[in-house]
């Protein structure tokens, strides 16, 4: 079955065209990643407004929570993320016949990681009395992740199919789903968190309840779907049952664990951060809090992009037209800068509005305000580094990046951070913006270490990047 919206290009056509086209195609492909990447933040959102409204205790708990299982699913959910670029390089070299095989494996790897993933959220007691937090508390946040855990096989089964869907460049499908998730889990946490209806109410537990009930419903829809619609009647996932094999599941892993643990790395630096930036005070955390939240805001666009940019590549190498993946690896660099600079110029000029949307205290305005004129900057590699690792991840190179960004966050970003926080070694001790400047300094290194990666890449010959997407 061929994919709806990734055409195989025409070598022969002149530059300028062929460079719009697979713009236009990126476009189909990352916008419903977009809104599937809002839709998955705005239950965040969700949870956490009526948990606030619940109780200051209930809102921590949640708030606690979420932060133990997030980067863990980020990881998981980076592990299954190479099904994307293999599955899209099958469908481009029309190797439809391993592409059911490949779903399957990533299945299972999926089925495995939930089990881990439980394990580790309702066995987390040791981690609360460390935090020394208070009996009610603790018992909030550890009746949440017992309720949460009940969802996690099906948030994981979501991540798998998506695997199949998008690298069949269906990216509308995880969109839909995703969406009615959030359909879901709003009136749910209505229900579970103040008890409507004659439902106990439950606070931040019933928030857990809702999350878990909300993904259950979402992928047992999607499954329905991918069973019954004609779009995936070539690829049936009960008819074409694949058993485990060890060489498919290795293969994925070799790709998959770097994107997982390169996500991880990233997720726990900013967790650190924020836990040095305690000391500093509550108004000075509130206010890295809103920064941080405006930038992961307006980092959806190029993520989305990002994720279309590594399907795309690996449908285009697996369609034997490297040329023209080339073109778009060098040529998305020009989209992730026009981004960046449309991004970092909103951020630097509005940033006083914008602190005054999320808080009327004259005293956290005026901190975020400062980090948001810093986050501009931060902005720009941010977005250049996340357009080449996806590119490369389309190339199916995962390994050197995994390196090239663990050295750039946690061997220049987070030292050099703490350094102009807290420290005069470098210049007088600059407070919260600190961070800030050591972060931007991480993802400017990475992004012209993974920029010189990128361009090499392109450079060699096609039989060498396909050998050394299987090495």
Same mark, same amino acid.
């Given at each position: 079955?061929?994919?709806?919206?990734?055409?195989?290009?025409?070598?022969? =056509?002149?530059?300028?065209?062929?460079?719009?086209?697979?713009?236009?195609?990126?476009?189909?492909?990352?916008?419903?990643?977009? !809104? /599937?990447?809002?839709?998955?933040?705005?239950? &965040?959102?969700?949870?956490?407004?009526?948990?606030?409204?619940?109780?200051?205790?209930?809102?921590?708990?949640?708030?606690?929570?979420?932060? !133990?299982?997030?980067?863990?699913?980020?990881?998981?959910?980076?592990?299954? &993320?190479?099904?994307?670029?293999?599955?899209?390089?099958? #469908? $481009?070299?029309?190797?439809?016949?391993?592409?059911?095989?490949?779903?399957?494996?990533?299945?299972?790897?999926?089925?495995?990681?939930?089990?881990?993933?439980?394990?580790?959220?309702? #066995?987390?007691?040791?981690?609360?009395?460390?935090?020394?937090?208070?009996?009610?508390?603790?018992?909030?946040?550890?009746?949440?992740? #017992? =309720?949460?855990?009940?969802?996690?096989?099906?948030?994981?089964?979501?991540?798998?199919?998506?695997?199949?869907?998008?690298?069949? $460049?269906?990216?509308?499908? @995880?969109?839909?789903?995703?969406?009615?998730?959030?359909?879901?889990?709003?009136?749910?946490?209505?229900?579970?968190?103040?008890?409507?209806?004659?439902?106990?109410?439950?606070?931040? @537990?019933?928030?857990?309840?809702?999350?878990?009930?909300?993904?259950? @419903?979402?992928?047992?829809?999607?499954?329905?779907?991918?069973?019954?619609?004609?779009?995936?009647?070539?690829?049936?996932?009960?008819?074409?049952?694949?058993?485990?094999?060890?060489?498919?599941?290795?293969?994925?892993?070799?790709?998959?664990?770097?994107?997982?643990?390169?996500?991880?790395?990233?997720?726990?630096?900013?967790?650190?951060?924020?836990?040095?930036?305690?000391?500093?005070?509550?108004?000075?955390?509130?206010?890295?809090?809103? /920064?941080?939240?405006?930038?992961?805001?307006?980092?959806?666009?190029?993520?989305?992009?990002?994720?279309?940019?590594?399907?795309?590549?690996?449908?285009?190498?697996?369609?034997?037209?490297?040329?023209?993946?080339?073109?778009?690896?060098?040529?998305?660099?020009?989209?992730?800068?026009?981004?960046?600079?449309?991004?970092?110029?909103?951020?630097?000029?509005?940033?006083?509005?914008?602190?005054?949307?999320?808080?009327?205290?004259?005293?956290?305005?005026?901190?975020?305000?400062?980090?948001?004129?810093?986050?501009?900057?931060?902005?720009?590699?941010?977005?250049?580094?996340?357009?080449?690792?996806?590119?490369?991840?389309?190339?199916?190179?995962?390994?050197?990046?995994?390196?090239?960004?663990?050295?750039?966050?946690?061997?220049?970003?987070?030292?050099?951070?703490?350094?102009?926080?807290?420290?005069?070694?470098?210049?007088?001790?600059? &407070?919260?913006?600190?961070?800030?400047? $050591?972060?931007?300094? $991480?993802?400017?290194?990475?992004?012209?270490?993974?920029?010189?990666?990128?361009?090499?890449?392109?450079?060699?010959?096609?039989?060498?990047?396909?050998?050394?997407?299987?090495?």
């Amino acid at each position: 079955m061929d994919s709806e919206h990734q055409p195989v290009p025409d070598v022969k =056509a002149p530059l300028i065209p062929r460079m719009v086209g697979e713009w236009r195609t990126l476009a189909i492909l990352g916008g419903p990643i977009l !809104i /599937a990447q809002i839709a998955q933040m705005a239950n &965040g959102v969700i949870d956490t407004v009526m948990a606030g409204h619940a109780s200051a205790e209930d809102l921590a708990a949640v708030g606690i929570g979420s932060s !133990i299982w997030m980067p863990l699913f980020l990881f998981f959910m980076g592990l299954l &993320g190479a099904l994307q670029p293999i599955i899209s390089g099958y #469908n $481009g070299a029309r190797a439809v016949h391993k592409i059911m095989p490949a779903t399957w494996q990533g299945l299972y790897i999926g089925a495995v990681s939930s089990v881990l993933m439980i394990l580790i959220v309702v #066995n987390v007691g040791p981690v609360f009395r460390l935090m020394s937090l208070e009996a009610e508390t603790t018992a909030i946040a550890q009746g949440y992740l #017992n =309720a949460f855990a009940w969802g996690v096989p099906f948030m994981l089964l979501m991540v798998a199919l998506r695997g199949l869907t998008d690298g069949l $460049g269906h990216t509308r499908v @995880i969109m839909a789903f995703s969406v009615l998730g959030t359909l879901i889990n709003l009136p749910l946490n209505w229900m579970l968190i103040y008890g409507k209806f004659g439902l106990p109410e439950m606070g931040g @537990i019933g928030c857990g309840w809702a999350t878990a009930i909300s993904n259950a @419903i979402a992928a047992v829809a999607m499954v329905i779907y991918l069973n019954r619609s004609p779009v995936y009647q070539h690829f049936h996932l009960i008819a074409d049952w694949a058993k485990p094999d060890p060489e498919n599941l290795r293969y994925i892993l070799r790709i998959g664990v770097p994107i997982g643990f390169t996500i991880f790395v990233e997720a726990s630096m900013f967790a650190v951060i924020a836990l040095f930036l305690a000391p500093l005070g509550p108004v000075v955390v509130a206010g890295h809090q809103i /920064a941080l939240n405006v930038t992961s805001l307006m980092f959806m666009l190029p993520l989305s992009i990002g994720m279309a940019l590594t399907l795309r590549i690996s449908f285009l190498m697996g369609a034997g037209t490297p040329d023209t993946a080339h073109l778009l690896s060098r040529s998305s660099l020009l989209l992730a800068g026009a981004t960046a600079a449309a991004f970092a110029s909103c951020l630097f000029l509005f940033a006083g509005p914008i602190s005054r949307l999320y808080t009327s205290d004259p005293q956290v305005q005026a901190v975020t305000t400062v980090l948001l004129r810093y986050a501009a900057m931060f902005q720009i590699a941010d977005v250049i580094q996340v357009s080449c690792i996806s590119a490369l991840r389309g190339y199916k190179d995962t390994r050197i990046p995994m390196f090239i960004m663990l050295f750039s966050f946690w061997g220049v970003g987070l030292p050099l951070g703490y350094a102009l926080t807290f420290t005069d070694l470098i210049v007088e001790g600059m &407070g919260a913006p600190g961070f800030w400047v $050591g972060i931007t300094a $991480g993802l400017a290194s990475a992004a012209l270490l993974l920029g010189w990666r990128l361009f090499l890449y392109t450079r060699v010959e096609p039989s060498r990047i396909n050998g050394s997407a299987r090495s």
